[in-house]
């Protein structure tokens, strides 16, 4: 059979891994497609580097759309990233009736029920496991392999500059700006990297594994994020002193009264897998009542990890392009007509537990008068750890750390009571509170 032939948009990082690979493995590749896979055509606005990648048999131009013009191109895939031209480059190729590759979270967390409703119409593919966790399979994972399950939760490190970040201010005990800096220089933070440190890029991410988990719409304006530039390193210390690591997590949980979807920090018990992923690594634990809790962990980025996940969906395209459409795996699991309007929770009505830090006057009965708040709000205490003063501000500090773990209790609950004790004379500094998860 003529070898399926493949249209990239983009050659940067992942474009250029995705090639190498393809090349790499070709012959592998095509025993399990059934027939080849060719890069045949590829659009950069630098065509000077794309011909250095791609040599002389593969052609090259400076135009996306000459891409998507092409009647030959049977599968466009999208590498170029944002929210801009991309959409309008992806709607393009569906209604030219071409498949669709794409590693843009940003793009379908925005931007997917839109895509995904215009794809359904045409008859078309959307794939996008390159898109979550680099070369971790959890797209695949989540759309076919638990389907048997009722999903119940997932939790997820699924930013790997946020977890190298947060590694080494465990390790070195640095605070964030330091260590971000660093990330920077040996390039595990981008020049820009509000939407890693911010929480974004994760809760883009976390969104469309909710969506394939609960048969919702991707609702990333939905979604509370919460990135890591507030946490302080002593707060990392005490967490460990208390048995827990701090991460940033992507959650999504169904509850009796709807959809969880949250990004930012949490304790998480040491003694959990997922605590002890450290550095740039990603990992994702999904909960389904059939098969219980099971963990997926790999590099979560990277020029050939993410090509790893391109390339398998050019894969499953190629074995069922022919097939009817309705006979595809959905694109976000479940059939369109059979979508839940189950609602995402607002984080007021989330239920969890919490770490707080109270900075205070060390003087007498000021434990009693924070323990009384929390006990007249029906917030009950797990435990309290108070730092002697000389700790925290030198000798002869008339200062104190009260660290208070509780119980799980209502946001919205929480919320009202720390305005209470943020209001204490005896409270010197704005209250630091972290999400606590058990993962169990």
Known sequence: MKPIQVGLLGIGTVGSGTFKVLQRNQEEIKRRAGRGIEIAMVADLDEARARAVVGEGVQVVGDARAVIANPDIDIVVELIG??????QLVLEAIAAGKHVVTANKALLAVHGTEIFAAAHAKGVM???EAAVAGGIPIIKALREGLTANSIQWIAGIINGTTNFILSEMRDKGLDFGTVLKEAQRLGYAEADPTFDIEGVDAAHKVTLMSAIAFGIPVQFDKAHVEGITR?????IKYAEQLGYRIKLLGITKRTAQGIELRVHPSLV??????????????AVVVNGDAVGTTLYYGK??????TASAVIADLVDITRL????????????AFHPDAMSDLQVLPMAEVVTSYYLRLRVADQAGVLAKVTGLLATA????????QREADEVGGEGSTQTDLIILT???????????????????????????IRKEELS
């Open 231 to 235: 946490l302080a390193a002593q707060d």
């Open 321 to 332: 392009h022919t097939a009817d459409a309705a006979h595809r795996v959905p694109h976000l």
């Open 82 to 87: 944002g929210y801009g031209i991309a959409r």
């Open 269 to 282: 018990p040491a003694k959990r897998l997922l605590a002890n992923v450290e550095g740039a690594m990603n």
């Open 300 to 305: 979560g980025a990277g020029s050939e990890p």
């Open 378 to 385: 029906g917030i009950s205490i797990d435990a309290v750890l």
């Open 126 to 128: 959307v794939a996008f």
């Open 407 to 433: 119980h799980d209790t209502r946001e919205g609950t929480l919320d009202d009571v720390l305005a209470e004790l943020q209001a204490l004379p005896s409270v010197l500094a704005p209250i630091v509170r």
